[in-house]
């Protein structure tokens, strides 16, 4: 009997310490090992491994210095398909991620500025990241952006709600410039018919160069006159005849806003202005879709069974900044910080992909105050200048190396644009916005 009350004596004691241990012992977590790089005396680059997935994880870290961001374009005009490695390596960067989302035509799906000038406005909402020349200001957010078309010689002014974005319907007036290639053109029929419609366009010709509007720096503006204003109104097209530069402004001719275009005459100076509220000395645009940390807290949208597939695990890339990208405190520093997670490659014990929740973690978790989402899933591409057999995964035919696995079985996947670190600052910026 004294043996069987010992035996129940160490039976409960044994579930008690079960349950003390059940309480103090945390919930199993993935192992994180990390190791750090430095590829410029201001570029870092840190080699992340969560165990828990497993997830593949790469933060580039680009404090204030002589390196400065950039965008490189995969050509000069739509469409625009080229490699983040590519375009990484004839920018002459020292490193480079995958940009924007695009289109199946080869536009960027989202605003975009290069350097000053206006590429689009995109073919739909979102978010972006923007920048200074310097890199020493940043900005997280939707892009607020209004575009001013003034009449100098007269009272006529007026707003240019989309460039280089498709043909101008209902009341709209829409801009349209070279960058458009074959895809975005201005409006019209080399051939018409009967039953289509009649465009009213006006070609403006730059006769200054690009600059500020001031010394706060709150809008870019450049000078125009009008070349051609046809009239009638035809169904025909009308190009940019050439000239560098040149812009074309155009409506539907049964428009209410249509007298904004015809009101234009050939010769009249006009001035084009073009202001992202709220985001000062902007030079650089990059489009983007969801937002993830605002005021460094976590605002990323989640995954629900029946969502679309893109908030579910993917490979993912995507851009944060510091606090002090943006605020007034000038004793505060700008830093950007650039991120990659792979995925889709979970068979092989590399990296599973993440949801928007997690990547916004880690962004937090690297100092950012406010990220946006790029591209990702096959997109998904981090390429250095730099070559180390330490975070070296693959090497491309331009040199240099890609730091992480792409999810495509051929490597990587031809994207519009690319984020760019440059060695030193960006002889494409125009001088007056220097």
């Known amino acids: ?56 994880i790469r933060i580039l870290k680009l404090s204030p210095g002589r390196n400065v961001p950039d965008i490189a374009p995969a050509t000069q005009q739509y469409p625009m398909w080229g490699l983040t490695s590519t375009m990484s390596a004839n920018a002459g960067a020292v490193a480079g991620i995958n940009g924007d989302f695009g289109t199946g035509e080869g536009q960027p799906k989202h605003t975009l500025m ?32 209004k575009i001013l078309a003034k009449d100098l010689d007269r009272t006529n002014s007026f707003f240019v709600p989309g460039w280089n974005v498709g043909t101008p319907s209902g009341g709209s007036i829409q801009g349209y410039t070279a960058r458009g290639g074959t895809v975005t053109q201005p409006p019209g029929k080399m051939h018409p018919q009967s039953t289509d419609p009649h465009y009213c366009a006006a070609r403006l010709v730059p006769t ?58 050939p010769g009249d100076k006009v001035r084009l202005s073009f202001t992202f509220k709220g985001w000062r000395g902007v030079t650089d645009v990059m489009g983007a879709s969801e937002m993830l940390v605002k005021k460094g807290s976590n605002i990323a949208p989640g995954y629900n069974p029946g969502d679309n597939y893109i908030l579910n695990d993917n490979p993912r890339t995507a851009v944060g900044i510091t606090k002090g990208c943006s605020d007034v405190e000038l004793t505060t520093a700008c830093h950007l910080i650039f991120i990659t997670v792979d995925g889709r490659q979970g068979s092989t014990n590399w990296s599973t992909g993440v949801r928007l929740p997690y990547l916004a973690d880690q962004l937090i978790r690297a100092g950012a105050y406010r990220a946006v989402n790029l591209d990702g899933g096959g997109s998904t591409t981090l390429w250095t200048k730099k070559r180390n057999s330490s975070y070296c995964e693959s090497s491309p035919s331009v040199g240099g190396c890609l730091v992480q696995r792409p999810s495509q079985p051929g490597g990587e996947r031809a994207t519009r644009s690319a984020i760019v670190v440059l060695p030193t600052r960006d002889a494409g910026t125009p001088p007056g916005l220097r």
């Not at 103090?24 to 005396?41: D, I, K, M, Q, W």
């Not at 978010?127 to 892009?143: D, E, F, K, L, Q």
């Open 208 to 265: 200054s160069a690009i600059g500020w509007n001031g010394a706060r720096k709150t809008s870019i503006v450049r000078r125009y006159k009008v070349g051609a204003q046809p009239e009638p109104c035809p169904k025909t097209p009308l190009g940019f005849a050439g000239v560098k530069d040149a812009v074309v402004i155009a409506s539907k001719a049964t428009s209410q806003s249509v007298t904004k275009i015809t009101g234009l005459q």
């Open 1 to 56: 009997m004294n043996q069987g009350i010992r035996r129940r004596g160490r039976t409960v004691i044994a579930a008690g310490l079960v349950a003390i241990v059940a309480l103090v012992t945390p919930a199993v977590a993935g192992t994180r090992t990390a190791s750090t790089y430095h590829l410029t005396a201001h570029l870092s680059l840190k080699k992340v491994r969560d165990s828990k997935g497993p997830q593949q």
């Open 114 to 145: 290069i350097d000053g000038e206006l590429w689009t406005t995109g073919q739909s909402g979102g978010n972006a990241v923007a920048w200074s020349a310097t890199g020493r200001a940043a900005y997280i957010g939707h892009p607020a952006l």
